[in-house]
Nanobody, 116 residues
Framework: QVQLAEFGGGSVQAGGSLRLACQAPGRTFSSVAMGWFRQAPGKEREFVAEITRGGNSYYVDAVKGRFTISRDNAQNTVHLQMNSLKPEDTAVYYC??????????WGQGTQVTVSS
């Protein structure tokens, strides 16, 4: 069982920034894609960003230009830098590992609250 640990959630005013971190165990971290998802109250979980093992990144349109995903393979850590936060970014944010075509392992989530 792979356990992911997320850090960095909190409360911030609109326009502010937060930096999320997710640490994944194991020696194969550099060989997997890592992603961030979020789930707002009453809504389904949605894709936010992914970084492949080769370092290519992808974002949902709603966060392009505001969020940046990065990875540190030496530390087995993936970050999500979130700038210019909006109230609609309020959600529980999850990190996940993709070993094949789908995400196999998930963290417990960290709450991000943006007030107007």
């Amino acid at each position: 069982q792979v356990q992911l640990a997320e850090f960095g959630g909190g409360s911030v005013q609109a326009g502010g920034s937060l930096r999320l971190a997710c640490q994944a165990p194991g020696r194969t971290f550099s060989s997997v894609a890592m992603g961030w998802f979020r789930q707002a109250p009453g809504k389904e979980r949605e894709f936010v960003a992914e970084i492949t093992r080769g370092g290519n990144s992808y974002y949902v349109d709603a966060v392009k230009g505001r969020f940046t995903i990065s990875r540190d393979n030496a530390q087995n850590t993936v970050h999500l830098q979130m700038n210019s936060l909006k109230p609609e970014d309020t959600a529980v944010y999850y990190c996940a590992i993709r070993t094949g075509l789908k995400y196999d392992y998930w963290g417990q989530g960290t709450q991000v609250t943006v007030s107007s």
